[in-house]
């Protein structure tokens, strides 16, 4: 009888460990669960091994060489490096402005290299945004006319582009110069409307290429202050390439690129 109630015991305790064993496997996968959804959800842009390479004539210039970047929703990143390291490759890459020799980019999940070229042209249209060093705005179109243009292409109503416009324009602080030609607007000023018009749609992404170029540094600061209250205040994710130091003070990190390489 003794020897059974022993026997009983010594089952009760192997199945008690075994319980144990079993409730630490369930709350190990958890984690990993948990971890995993978090990388899937987290990130909107995924630059999968990257190779972009240009011919000129005879020669071959490798200006990315297998790059991997991960972006998460909500980040303001700097891609920094020498002249000629590949940083706008890599913004076009990523801002889906050129297509790379190899690898692939995923943005919010899709991946883009199984678009067509129209397909692309449509998802740029209305899910990314730009703004480039030289503004690159309609000179004969006024503020209001360069955003309600782009808001037009996407197929929004009049009054959707109208008041989408006057409400982005303010935003930048230029609600006062709604009418005003590019031609009558300093450096900064013409930066900003770009800025508008490249926000005016709410993109998952707004991809900048050295926007303070052409700007003097308390002109730049005005723009990036901008970039990072969008980024702050409405979760606005930037990709922004610069070759100034102080600019990547307002991103969240740096991609660092030297010959075309990921260095950090
Ligand atoms: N369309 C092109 N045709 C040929 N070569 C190109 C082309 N675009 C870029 N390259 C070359 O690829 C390399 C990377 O260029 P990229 O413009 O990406 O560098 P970058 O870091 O942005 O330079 P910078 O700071 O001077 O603008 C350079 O050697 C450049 O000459």
Avoid at 34 to 51: L, M, R, Y
Avoid at 79 to 89: D, E, F, N, Y
Avoid at 93 to 106: E, F, M, Y
Avoid at 108 to 121: A, F, H, N, Q, Y
Wanted: aromatic share 4%; net charge negative; glycine share 8%.
């Amino acid at each position: 009888m003794e020897k059974i109630r022993k026997q009983t015991e010594d089952a009760v305790k192997s199945m008690d460990e075994i319980r144990k064993q079993t409730e630490n496997t369930v709350k190990s996968m958890d984690i990993i669960r948990k971890s995993t959804d978090d990388t899937i959800t987290d990130a909107i842009i995924e630059g999968i091994d990257i190779t972009r390479t240009f011919k000129m004539g005879e020669v071959e210039v490798r200006a990315l060489r297998r790059v991997n970047v991960r972006i998460r929703r909500g980040e303001f990143i700097a891609i920094m490096g020498p002249s000629g390291s590949g940083k706008t490759t890599l913004l076009n890459q990523l801002g889906l402005l050129d297509t790379p020799n190899s690898g692939k980019v995923i943005i919010d999940g899709s991946d883009t290299s199984r678009l067509s070229d129209s397909e692309k042209g449509k998802f740029r249209l209305h899910n990314l945004g730009y703004v480039f060093q030289d503004y690159a705005l309609l000179p004969e179109l006024n503020a209001m006319e360069n955003v309600y243009i782009s808001l037009m292409m996407q197929g929004k109503s009049k009054t959707e582009c109208e008041s989408a416009a006057a409400e982005i324009l303010a935003a930048v602080g230029l609600g006062d110069r709604l009418q005003q030609l590019p031609s009558k607007m300093s450096g900064g000023q013409q930066q900003r409307v770009s800025i508008a018009r490249a926000l005016a749609h709410s993109p998952e992404v707004l991809f900048a290429d050295e926007p303070c170029a052409n700007l003097d540094s308390e002109t730049s600061k005005e723009v990036l202050d901008l970039f990072g209250k969008f980024n702050q205040e409405k979760g606005q994710t930037i990709v922004m390439v610069t070759h100034e130091e102080w600019h990547a003070e307002y991103a969240d990190r740096v991609i660092r690129l030297k010959d075309g390489i990921v260095q950090e």
